[in-house]
């Protein structure tokens, strides 16, 4: 069965940099859109970029333009979600989710934790 | 950026009655809406996709309706475990945008 099985909780001072895993099994990552979302606490979804699959192509978020890459390794079917100069509102639980450009997301990893603070 | 508002913010019933969600788009997204329940502490789950159409394992008393801009999500007979808040999700255009939810209350 499709499961995607996310990194831990992270603390991180302000300016520096994070990075998050999402392993997916029961499908091959690299055949899939992988999107990723996230929630502050307290609030509600933000859809924060899309990596595309077969082409790469990425689409982001005005507020994680330029600081954001995403990416997929195939060899351990996992992608991974890296955002640089962070901020106090960059705070929040961070989701991967299995779809996004012209499918539904229809399987989410449990989410991650990243702390972001002085 | 597209808009996706939900209404109403709160939304309270009792076991056994009929909800409805609504989701109004600032422009038209075609029928490329999809409706998700999160529970505290947990992932949201995808309930409907395109619209209308029920992801894999959801029972029928979930049902969604709408095209262009203004779009519903119907739960018929609300069971005990449908309180949580819901969210709906455009991708008709980039950024995929979602709304910023509606918590559906025991009253």
């Known amino acids: 069965q499709v499961q995607l099985e996310q990194s831990g909780p992270e603390v991180k001072k302000p300016g520096a940099s994070v990075k998050v895993s999402c392993k997916a099994s029961?499908?091959?990552?690299?055949?899939?859109?992988i999107t990723w979302v996230r929630q502050a606490p307290g609030q509600g979804l933000e859809w924060v970029g899309c990596?595309?699959?077969?082409?790469?192509?990425?689409h982001f978020a005005q507020n994680v333009q330029g600081r954001v890459t995403m990416v997929t390794d195939s060899s351990t079917n996992t992608a991974y979600l890296d955002l640089s100069s962070l901020t106090s509102d960059d705070t929040a639980i961070y989701y991967c989710?299995?779809?996004?450009?012209?499918?539904?997301?229809?399987?989410w990893g449990q989410g991650t934790l990243v702390t972001v603070s002085s | 950026d597209i808009l996706l508002t939900q209404s109403p913010g709160t939304l309270s019933l009792s076991p056994g009655e009929r909800a409805t969600l609504s989701c109004r788009a600032s422009?038209?997204?075609?029928?490329?809406v999809a409706w998700y329940q999160q529970k505290p502490g947990q992932a949201p789950r995808l309930l409907i996709y395109d619209a209308s159409n029920r992801a894999t394992g959801i029972p029928a008393r979930f049902s969604g309706s709408g095209s262009g801009t203004d779009f519903t999500l119907t739960i018929s007979s609300l069971e005990p475990e449908d309180f949580a808040v819901y969210y709906c999700q455009q991708r008709g255009n980039w950024p995929h945008t979602f709304g910023q939810g509606t918590k559906l209350e025991i009253k």
């Open positions: 029961g499908y091959s990552v690299s055949s899939y859109s």
């Open positions: 990596l595309g699959a077969y082409n790469g192509d990425t």
């Open positions: 989710a299995r779809g996004g450009a012209a499918r539904r997301l229809d399987f």
């Open positions: 422009q038209r997204v075609s029928n490329y």
